[in-house]
């Protein structure tokens, strides 16, 4: 899949939208998603998308607010945050890997993160 790049944070008043995207520099199958590091916290996944089928996973802190969508053409998957909260805060990054299965796996592929900075 080569390397990732994110792009899309910034800072957003609380119950703003944001559009991440996250393009892959060539094809590949398998899985993508979304992991986020809120300030003096772990990083953690909070979305994937298997390309095979489409299917899709949200951690329950984000589902009904984020929507992601992939495009084969580009290698992207965008991430759509809507109803944004301050504990959204975060850095977000991007990551796949190839290959059937499951994906609650180990990413081998990541991107340098993009902010997401949440004001009240």
């Known amino acids: 899949q080569g390397p990732l790049a994110e792009s899309g944070g910034g800072s957003v008043q609380a119950g703003g939208s944001l559009r991440l995207s996250c393009a892959a520099s060539?094809?590949?199958?398998?899985?993508m998603a979304w992991f986020r590091r809120a300030p003096e916290k772990t990083r953690r996944k909070i979305a994937h998308w298997y390309t095979y089928d489409g299917t899709t996973w949200y951690a329950d802190s984000v589902r009904g607010r984020f929507t992601m969508s992939y495009d084969r053409a580009k290698n992207a998957l965008d991430l759509t945050i809507n109803g944004l909260k301050s504990e959204d805060t975060g850095m977000y990054y991007c990551?796949?890997?190839?290959?059937?299965?499951?994906?609650?796996?180990?990413?081998?592929?990541w991107g340098q993160g993009t902010q997401v900075t949440v004001s009240s």
């Open positions: 060539s094809g590949f199958d398998g899985c």
């Open positions: 990551a796949a890997d190839s290959g059937f299965g499951s994906c609650f796996r180990d990413y081998t592929s």
